[in-house]
């Protein structure tokens, strides 16, 4: 079945903040609130805004220590498999499991692994590429701070539908402390 598009549609309410104090004191009031869809722009890292939108801790570094400690683990298996299975020859003097020797391969395979670890995880839990998202407000991260309240997506149930006021959005964010409030569209692509 194909969707008719039927003009713009409303993709969220953004509000602009001053300074990342005032920001990050409003974003824990929204995140107080009722809105659970909501996210936060700023033009460069914002100590505690993390917290202040409760966000969990990154799964990132511990899937870049795993893959680290495989690439180490790997390294020194395929080193060890050379010398003493494929290739066995005491040459030096050296055992065939001379740890020494391994290491500058073992950081070199650990750093790969977890390089390569850490670019995919931040990929896939950031969920990007982006394609979802079509469209907001420009200006968002060129100089100023800002939080978005998204509307929620339609609801496939008819049971509950999914009530959202722009205009309440609006009068919320300018309660707090808000400069200028926007409704942001989207396009749609069918």
């Excluded at 509000?15 to 005032?22: T, W």
Aim: proline share 7%.
């Amino acid at each position: 079945m194909h969707k008719e598009n039927t003009g713009p549609v409303l993709s969220g309410v953004v509000g602009f903040f001053d300074d990342p104090e005032s920001l990050i004191e409003a974003t824990a009031k929204v995140r107080d609130s009722d809105y659970k869809d909501f996210d936060c722009f700023t033009p460069y890292a914002v100590h505690g805004l993390e917290h202040a939108q409760g966000l969990a801790r990154s799964k990132v570094p511990y899937v870049t220590g795993a893959l680290a400690f495989t690439g180490t683990a790997t390294a020194f298996a395929w080193q060890y498999a050379a010398s003493k299975t494929w290739w066995p020859h005491i040459i030096g003097g050296k055992p065939f499991n001379s740890l020494p020797a391994f290491v500058p391969i073992m950081f070199e395979l650990s750093v790969l692994f977890g390089g390569i670890a850490t670019f995919l995880a931040m990929l896939a839990f950031n969920r990007l590429p982006n394609l979802s998202k079509r469209s907001f407000d420009p200006s968002i991260t060129n100089n100023r701070f800002a939080i978005m309240i998204e509307s929620p997506p339609a609801s496939d149930d008819d049971e509950t539908p999914v009530e959202f006021s722009a205009e309440k959005a609006e009068a919320f964010l300018k309660s707090l402390g808000a400069k200028d409030t926007r409704k942001v569209f989207e396009e749609g692509w069918f």
